[in-house]
């Protein structure tokens, strides 16, 4: 199956720093999405971007398709930010449409 | 608008007994997928339903079975738990099984 790697496993900040998370998959893709998991478990929704360059506030991503990246930036970053960053991608073979995750990136911004 | 929404929140049981996990999708969605996520790992997916039927499988065990209501909503059950099915089950819905998935706020599930 697709692999999904992230990149770097963990990552400790000062507040207004910024980062790149990066994650590389194995195969073309027709979905991939970037989560942010809050401390109690909650996925939630960053970006939804196979291909392309979007922004929202202080976050935004970039995927290149054909070599087979994705980046997340944040910017200014607030202990709010802190949490777990997932990729997950969907494989653009015939019959799937499962979600496949890499392990995430875990964030700490420290005051 | 609701979003996804899960019950119970969490959940305690012993080996060998079963558990029926539910979700609600967000309003308008029809296709319903479930994940577990051990301790310290990424989600895995379980299967996708989609008009009341199990349109993908991932790679677990027969124990593992679902359902899809016509109200769209769904059951996980798992038959008799091991100790290691103790994860975060979480539910995911979307309009178009290739559309973006919101997730629900997953329930915890401890097997002792």
């Known amino acids: 199956g697709i692999q999904v790697e992230q990149s770097p496993p963990d990552l400790i900040l000062q507040e207004g720093a910024n980062s790149t998370l990066r994650c590389n998959f194995s195969d073309s893709v027709n979905n991939l999405q970037w989560f942010h998991q809050n401390p109690w478990g909650q996925l939630i929704n960053l970006f939804y971007?196979?291909?392309g360059t979007k922004q929202n506030g202080r976050l935004s991503a970039t995927t290149v398709a054909t070599e087979r990246y994705s980046l997340l930036y944040i910017s200014s970053s607030q202990t709010t930010d802190s949490g777990v960053y997932f990729c997950a991608v969907e494989y653009s073979g015939a019959g799937s449409y499962q979600l496949t995750f890499g392990k995430g990136t875990k964030l700490s911004v420290i005051p | 608008d609701a979003g996804v929404t899960q019950s119970p929140t969490h959940l305690i049981k012993t080996r060998g007994q079963q558990v029926t996990l539910r979700c609600s999708p967000k309003?308008?969605?029809?296709?319903v997928s479930w994940y577990q996520q051990a301790l310290g790992q990424g989600p895995q997916f379980i299967f996708q339903y989609y008009e009341e039927e199990e349109r993908q499988r991932g790679n677990f065990p027969d124990r593992f079975s679902g359902h899809q209501f016509p109200n769209y909503s769904s059951e996980l059950n798992v038959n008799a738990l091991l100790l290691g099915d103790s994860a975060l089950y979480l539910c995911?819905?979307?309009?178009?099984?290739?559309?973006?998935?919101?997730f629900g706020p997953g329930t915890r599930l401890l097997v002792l």
């Open positions: 309003s308008g969605h029809d296709t």
């Open positions: 971007i196979p291909s």
């Open positions: 995911a819905s979307s309009l178009d099984p290739r559309e973006t998935q919101y």
